[in-house]
């Protein structure tokens, strides 16, 4: 299944290609230049094709409509291919060059790089980096193919991730941008000087307003506008507002006409219901009748991302019309860098924390990318031992544990036939003293802002319907915030079945080191014992800090569910 997740990444499973169908993401005449950013294991393809459609696997000599000359003509290039070892390009499925032994032509799982192809009147010319930068193979079709129009992004036989996603015109000889009909309105000017001083302004937000605000006001509404547009921002929402109003103010008369297309650009879903609140006192709010509108969507919004039911909250590209079960064909993906993809979607994803926070993504269910398996493999270094019995992790439950209320088990990708938590009993005070639930203890060094969870159930017919992921800074005195709540969720309906939830708006920005699944309601168990959590495993992903164990996180900022 082609997803695009709350990370903004576009995930590619094995065999699949994505197609980008919009106008605003295709060859012109045949000519282009697309950039991009990905991570995985081997053969991240790139296609340039004639009509979109098709696999990267389907070369145009298996197929009868490649006979027939009315399919087929392609060129491919891959990255990481013949076990990730060299980058080659193909054309028509056969191969015509490869290149070895240089610099990043191969992938990474851990981390996310930048590539750029360029494809002029039959030249391919491929690099990494800012596109016109860093050249490692340039070949030319002696006989070129025509009418290329439209690009894919291929796997082969694992999952890769795709983001940062642009189609550039050609790049002239001297590494700028040529000058075609494709315009990116948004599209970041690649002189390394330029882009530097975006990102260093990006980067140190509040410190430029505090230490120089004169030069900050005096900015173009459009450097202001790519600003905004920076994946390099990673400030608070209400820090990138007050900036924004700082500017405003300086010449209200002037700058009026540019707020409607700024004000969209704040992603007010990621602040806390006390800063919407900030907000919504300032006096801007009076004079801007858009500013109480985002105001409002924000709080419906976040209401609705922890308190909604499971068949109506959907991921980011859902909630943009995006249908990518089952189809090949990508409309408006937010993983693509045009920008001009619709501003209520965009300001729902959380920017991203670039080196401030491990990026752990979900990929897909039973993968090794969360957090569980990041700290069991020492972040990478050695092999994955269970971090529950190196103690580099804890996993808690409400009833005592026992052979089938395994804590190790938790961590673990093995199914299990039967682990189950169940209510939490006080003697002394003669009853139930609480629900039952799993817990899991990142530990003092390390907070998770988690913006996707997975559930495994194990072998019995108790499966969840009704329950809430929580969160909560402080494990001394626990206070929890509801992450996500499920009210009669349908997911899982089979042993062993792995299933997944986004965590979206502001509690996708919380970063917590404990996380609880608490059961709110009866299991699906036909017999009366209908009071347990029976889980064979979870994982969690997000943004991954190593913290001072003294330091306090933002979770008890929100109001708690004690």
Request: hydrophobic share 35%.
């Amino acid at each position: 299944m082609l997803r695009i997740n709350s990370d903004n990444v576009l995930v590619v499973p094995p065999f699949e290609a994505a197609w980008l169908t919009d106008e605003r993401f295709q060859l012109h005449h045949g000519n282009g230049c697309v950039e991009f950013e990905v991570r995985g294991q081997n053969d991240a393809s790139i296609i340039f094709k004639s009509s979109p459609g098709g696999r990267r696997w389907q070369h145009a000599e298996s197929l009868v409509e490649a006979q027939q000359g009315n399919f087929g003509r392609q060129y491919t290039m891959i990255v990481g291919s013949h076990r990730n070892t060299c980058f080659k390009i193909e054309r028509n499925g056969q191969q015509v060059l490869q290149v070895k032994d240089e610099p990043c032509t191969t992938l990474t799982a851990r981390q996310f790089q930048r590539y750029w192809i360029e494809l002029k009147e039959g030249v391919i010319t491929a690099g990494y980096g800012l596109p016109g930068t860093n050249v490692w193979c340039k070949w030319q079709d002696p006989n070129a193919l025509a009418g290329l129009k439209f690009v894919g992004l291929g796997a082969w036989d694992s999952y890769i991730s795709f983001r940062s996603i642009a189609v550039h015109p050609c790049i002239q000889q001297d590494g700028k941008m040529g000058k075609a009909p494709i315009k990116l309105r948004h599209a970041v000017d690649p002189v390394p000087t330029l882009a530097q001083l975006l990102t260093y302004l990006a980067q140190h937000l509040a410190r430029v307003v505090q230490c120089d605000a004169s030069s900050f006001v005096a900015l173009s509404a459009a450097v202001v506008e790519q600003l905004l547009l920076c994946p390099a921002l990673v400030c608070k929402e209400k820090v990138i507002f007050d900036a924004v109003i700082l500017w405003y103010e300086d010449d209200q008369r002037g700058k009026a006409e540019s707020m409607p297309d700024i004000l969209p650009l704040i992603r007010f879903p990621l602040m806390s219901q006390f800063e919407l609140q900030q907000v919504r006192a300032h006096p801007i709010a009076a004079c801007l009748a858009l500013v109480k509108e985002l105001i409002e969507e924000a709080s419906a919004f976040n209401k609705c991302s922890t308190t909604a039911d499971a068949s109506t909250q959907k991921e980011p590209a859902a909630q943009a019309g995006l249908s990518l079960d089952g189809k090949r064909g990508l409309h408006e993906a937010s993983a693509l860098e045009g920008q001009e993809q619709q501003p209520a979607v965009l300001r729902r994803q959380r920017r991203r924390d670039l080196g401030q926070a491990h990026e752990l993504t979900y990929l897909f269910d039973g993968d090794h990318e969360g957090v569980c398996h990041h700290l069991g493999a020492d972040c990478g270094a050695r092999q994955w031992v269970n971090p529950v019995l190196t103690k580099r992790l804890q996993v808690r439950a409400s009833s005592p544990l026992c052979r089938h209320t395994d804590a190790k088990a938790m961590v673990d990708s093995k199914l299990v036939r039967s682990n189950a938590a169940g209510p939490q009993h006080s003697p002394g005070k003669g009853g139930t003293a609480g629900g039952s639930w799993w817990s899991l203890d990142l530990g003092p060094a390390h907070r998770l802002a988690c913006n996707y969870y997975t559930l495994r159930h194990d072998a019995s017919v108790a499966y969840l319907r009704s329950w809430v992921l929580q969160g909560s800074e402080d494990a001394e005195k626990p206070h929890w915030v509801d992450l996500r709540r499920h009210e009669n969720d349908l997911s899982i309906t089979r042993c062993g079945q792995y299933a997944s939830w986004p965590v979206l708006g502001h509690a996708a920005t919380l970063p917590c080191r404990l996380f609880r699944i608490l059961l709110t309601g009866p299991n699906a168990n036909p017999i009366p014992r209908q009071d347990t959590v029976c889980l064979s495993s979870f994982e969690f992903y997000g943004y991954l800090h190593d913290v001072d164990p003294a330091t306090r996180g933002s979770c008890e900022q929100t109001q708690p569910n004690k």
